[in-house]
């Protein structure tokens, strides 16, 4: 496989990843906080959408509609949902002939669908309709991955990119919830409302009846955690994606001599501490450790260019 | 039968050959069924799916773009048109036949040029003529490529004139475009029109991809049994992107860019995830002037360092060859029914249209007292562009012309304003059927023993009413083009 085909494909994967993960919050974060008691829920809500998305504003209350449109369909915005819906469907374009013309179509509808949005509708009253619609396309994108391609070092490539991609989406996720929790905590608006809040946090990552189930208790701060995070079996953990990640790394690696300079040794000495991690250790210090995280993911995409997508 | 109100107000200038309607308004006799299964369309049914054919191609990504104006691009479709063309195989055979004998004939023209120039010598051909041609390719002088051909994809114009017979146009032997229409518009017409298609015996066009594999794998470098084949474009930028695409996906090869290739030690490489991998044979879609850094344009980015020297090794094939421009000169043109009775020893099946050549004085003289009467080509674009119709030229763009023939008379050549036949095409906004002016762009491929002509081709529409421009940087739509058991 073409080394640039390889790149274009990872590429995929994460835009793939980014502009559902930038629907869903939106949506979560937005319907969440319609009803709340307080205003300073609701300013800080439009917030922790910016923060999530990594946008600077310039003001401390933007205007609710403005970032509404610039996080889903503002074009000049890289990071918007359009944007990533451009990019990763430039970046099917590019593979066209290596990819599925099932897929193809698929990422291409996708694209057309949300470049076709009317701003006007979005902003009085389609925005659960947007975001629902463009979480739907990643999901039947994500079915013709999974089920028109072959699961060789392509498939590898993109699921490469949506695992990291994902790691890095939900760490953002993490760190926008628990600064919105410390934020509210400052205005001692009562215990009731961190509950609703790790309950939103869960819903960001469709991951509350999930957790409910695991735990068999109402989510908490402890719980969220270490679900969100360290959780092996479910598929929105931080930890279930970096093991899977370097799984396919060694899949896709074909040295047959272990070597300790080696990718996939690099990567995978960087992530394993995480399969033995426990909550407790990281509670008191989440932020840093958030932080840090993202620095490993992007160091981790790093080396991943470096070893493949030179050309 | 009556004809419905999507032909109501159908009407065929005097002088013009209407394909499918004759100046008293009956259907020609192929066209009889067709013409009865769309008039069980009212003008709103058929609007439905004008525009149904349209999202497809849309959904699918059949798309071209410009990036004027904005650094995305604008993002079109191709004008397609429902209304097929129809040619009985008694026409097409002949055409194949004119086609064949015409392409093999200039691929013997170009091995001549570049070696011992015979036609030269035997001044059949004008020396000067040759050697003032901007394409002639001094790197391919006492070179054969694999298996002895040049043009292994020709892309000729045929147009059928008012007299009834057809003609060639032009001949474009460097890279010819618009394949991945014809296959395109066929799906859409299986889909769109089932219940008329399914009526008619069309001859499939969907080998075209395997034919062109084929091709390349016939014309391989002698050392390799199994070869490595891609195609080589310039990117995704390119207005001709989804038709690379479509012919890699379609050959099952890998689609490359400059980028991916490199030369070392005379053999081309491309870099794949686990290192080098060997290309033996080269469908490029770009420009000769593009290929190589080294020999060619220096600042040129879509090309490959060194490919040049490898091919002159035989180690790569290169598809068209390079400096086939020569045989495509609109200059050139007017020479090649001498060149075809010269290699071939056969008369030429498909006529030439009449061309005056400006670089001749007594020619430049009729050209510049008849120019109204007359079209004024540049003898080595493409795409429509730089042409001058007399006719509908003002006064003052025709003097403009004469000065710019003047300055340099070896660059145009003078044609007579052929009528070229209409077709009934679908209008939008209108919402009814009106003639519009015709060509077919023909795809032949040529191999060391073998040859391939795709059945039908391209019909381009000149959608403007009137315009004799089909060309689709032009504002030129398609059709779907049905060769049919008469």
């Known amino acids: ?311 | 039968m009556a004809v419905s109100e999507l032909f109501h107000d159908y009407s065929v200038k005097d002088g013009l050959l209407d394909e499918v309607f004759r100046p008293s308004k009956d259907a020609d006799t192929h066209y009889d069924k067709l013409l009865s299964l769309f008039s069980t369309y009212s003008s709103d049914e058929f609007g439905i799916l004008n525009e149904y054919a349209k999202k497809s191609f849309l959904v699918r990504g059949v798309t071209f773009t410009t990036y004027s104006n904005n650094p995305k691009g604008n993002e079109r479709i191709f004008p397609f048109d429902l209304f097929p063309r129809i040619l009985p195989t008694s026409e097409w055979n002949f055409i194949e036949k004119g086609l064949i004998q015409r392409n093999r004939a200039l691929n013997l023209f170009l091995h001549d040029i570049y070696h011992d120039k015979k036609i030269l010598k035997d001044k059949v051909v004008p020396v000067d003529l040759i050697f003032s041609c901007g394409n002639l390719n001094k790197y391919m002088d006492d070179f054969t490529p694999p298996g002895g051909i040049y043009n292994h994809i020709s892309g000729t114009d045929v147009i059928k004139h008012n007299d009834g017979n057809y003609y060639i146009l032009e001949d474009n032997v460097r890279c010819p475009s618009g394949v991945s229409y014809v296959l395109a518009n066929r799906e859409t017409m299986k889909k769109t029109i089932s219940n008329i298609f399914c009526q008619f015996k069309v001859r499939s066009v969907a080998d075209y991809p395997e034919a062109l594999l084929e091709t390349m794998q016939n014309v391989r470098p002698y050392y390799q049994d199994v070869p490595v084949c891609v195609l080589l474009t310039p990117g995704i930028y390119n207005s001709a992107y989804y038709e690379h695409s479509f012919l890699a996906q379609g050959m099952g090869i890998e689609l490359v860019e400059g980028r991916d290739l490199y030369v070392d030690n005379d053999f081309v490489y491309m870099h794949t995830v686990y290192g080098a991998r060997k290309v033996d044979v080269i469908y490029r879609r770009i420009d000769d002037e593009y290929l190589d850094p080294l020999v060619f344009r220096p600042e040129s980015a879509l090309g490959v360092p060194g490919l040049m020297s490898a091919y002159r090794k035989g180690n790569v094939t290169l598809l068209n060859a390079p400096g086939t421009g020569i045989a495509d000169d609109k200059a050139v043109y007017a020479y090649v029914p001498e060149i075809i009775r010269y290699y071939m020893g056969e008369d030429p099946i498909l006529s030439n249209v009449p061309t005056y050549r400006c670089d001749v004085k007594t020619e430049m003289k009729y050209v510049e007292e008849n120019m109204t009467n007359l079209v004024v080509k540049p003898v080595d674009q493409s795409g429509g562009y730089g042409i001058l119709i007399g006719s509908q030229a003002s006064a003052e763009e025709i003097e403009l012309q004469k000065a710019k023939i003047r300055s340099n008379p070896r660059g145009y050549i003078a044609q007579p304003i052929m009528s070229l036949s209409v077709h009934s095409t679908f209008i939008e906004g209108m919402n009814e059927f009106q003639p519009r002016h015709v060509d077919l762009r023909t795809f032949t491929l040529l191999g060391k023993d073998k040859e391939y002509v795709l059945k039908g081709g391209l019909s381009r529409v000149a959608l403007k009413n009137g315009s004799l421009i089909v060309n689709s940087s032009q504002g030129g739509g398609s059709k779907d083009t049905w060769v049919i058991d008469s």
């Open chain 1, 1 to 311: 496989m073409l080394s640039r085909v390889a790149d274009n494909l990872f590429w995929l994967g994460r835009y793939l990843e980014r502009s559902e993960h930038l629907a869903r919050y939106l949506s979560v974060q937005y319907f969440s906080s319609i009803d709340v008691p307080y205003q300073q829920q609701r300013e800080r809500a439009i917030v922790s959408i910016l923060d999530m998305v990594g946008m600077q504003t310039s003001s401390d209350r933007p205007l609710e509609e403005e970032v509404l449109v610039a996080v889903a369909l503002d074009e000049k915005n890289p990071v918007s949902i359009l944007s990533s819906a451009y990019f990763g469907r430039e970046n099917a374009r590019s593979v066209r002939d290596s990819i599925s013309t099932e897929l193809w179509e698929s990422m291409n509808n996708y694209y057309l669908f949300v470049s076709g949005y009317p701003v006007d509708v979005y902003k009085t009253k389609g925005l659960y309709d947007f975001t629902s619609n463009v979480i739907n396309h990643c999901s039947i994108v994500r079915g013709k991955i999974q089920n028109t391609l072959m699961h060789d070092v392509a498939w590898r490539f993109i699921h490469l990119g949506m695992h990291l991609e994902r790691a890095a989406q939900v760490v953002r996720v993490l760190l926008s919830k628990i600064t919105d929790i410390q934020t509210l905590n400052q205005f001692k608006l009562g215990n009731s409302l961190e509950l609703q809040q790790w309950n939103i946090l869960l819903d960001c990552l469709e991951a509350k009846d999930m957790c409910r189930k695991f735990y068999n208790a109402l989510p908490n701060r402890l719980n969220t955690l270490e679900f969100l995070l360290l959780n092996p079996e479910f598929p929105r953990s931080v930890s279930y994606n970096l093991i899977n990640a370097h799984e396919l790394l060694e899949n896709i690696s074909r040295m047959k001599q272990f070597s300790k300079t080696s990718l996939e040794f690099k990567v995978g000495k960087d992530i394993n501490h995480f399969r033995y991690l426990e909550v407790e250790e990281v509670d008191d210090n989440v932020i840093p450790f958030l932080e840090e995280t993202l620095q490993k993911i992007h160091l981790i995409c790093d080396l991943i260019v470096d070893e493949y997508f030179i050309y």
